[in-house]
């Protein structure tokens, strides 16, 4: 199937996981049929990284990052940022992580968390990849640490699958970086993250299913999949009393700015 020119992204799956081995093919094609024109498939393990820069060879529609999720950190010490280096240098690397901070699961050690973060900004600073950033109960910290490395050196970056409160937001936002919506913002519990998000620039927001995970109203509870962030965009558009068409080429056209060396699907 043709794409329609205002097609999606989705910002943030996890294409590699055992939950897509036995259907990859049609969660692919129904992405296509959805209208998501592209996927990036996230990196949270160092002995995943080969394994997802091989899916994205394959499908001309699928990037990849590279990194190792905060609740691996502990395990994975020996990350050597050179080593990401040298693997962001693959043209289907179009960013660095998911790595940030999770004190609300803490399943590694703060300090663990934080040297992990740290060597991510170095890489995402000398590559200048943007930073995918997972933050959930450590507003604080996660402020503080990249306001404090971006002032040795820039780097560009998201907070993914945005939770967390408005200070958080408007700090980030001044840093440039950018906001990725999950299918959260769907949950009927969620009116006090739909409270903090309606004050995020349109110019700053882009979309994401994080895959398998959090799938969103109205199929909440099963097995997310690419294709099901059609369901949190038209929400989000009329959330923000946007036409449905706009609203999907803005956070399409926002992937673009934010994640450079993503070509455009011919
Ligand atoms: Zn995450
Ligand atoms: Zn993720």
New binding site residues.
């Given amino acids: 199937m043709e794409l329609e020119s205002s097609y999606l992204v989705d910002s ?1 799956c ?1 294409l590699n996981f055992k939950d897509f081995e036995d259907d990859f093919e049609e969660v692919i094609k129904r992405a296509r049929d959805s209208n998501v024109g592209i996927m990036v498939s ?1 990196s ?1 393990e160092l002995d995943e990284i080969d394994q997802i820069i091989n899916i994205a060879e394959k499908y001309k529609n699928i990037f990849c990052t590279v990194g190792v ?1 905060p609740h691996s950190a502990n395990i994975q010490k020996d990350l050597n940022e050179s080593y990401l280096v040298e693997k962001a240098s693959n043209p289907n690397v179009i960013g660095i992580g ?1 790595t940030g901070l999770d004190f609300f699961h803490e399943n590694s050690l703060k300090e663990d968390q934080i040297d992990s973060f740290i060597k991510h900004i170095n890489v995402s600073r000398e590559t200048q990849l943007p930073l995918i950033i ?1 933050t959930r109960e450590a507003d604080d910290k996660t402020c503080e640490i990249l306001e404090s490395e971006y002032r040795k050196g820039a780097f560009p970056g998201i907070i ?2 945005f939770t967390a409160g408005e200070n958080l937001a408007k700090r980030v936002i001044d840093l440039g970086f950018y906001i990725s919506l999950s299918g959260i913002v769907t949950f009927k519990n969620a009116s006090e993250l739909r409270e903090t998000i309606k004050n995020i620039p349109l110019d700053r927001i882009i979309v994401e299913t ?1 895959s398998p995970y959090l799938s969103p109203e109205p199929l909440r509870g099963r097995r997310n999949e690419p294709s099901h962030v059609l369901h949190t965009a038209k929400f989000l558009a009329n959330f923000y009393e946007k036409d449905e068409k706009d609203f999907f080429s803005l956070t399409t056209n926002n992937f673009f700015k934010i994640f450079k060396k993503a070509n455009r699907p011919v």
């Fill in positions: 943030h996890h996230i949270t999720h998911e997972h993914h699958c994080d």
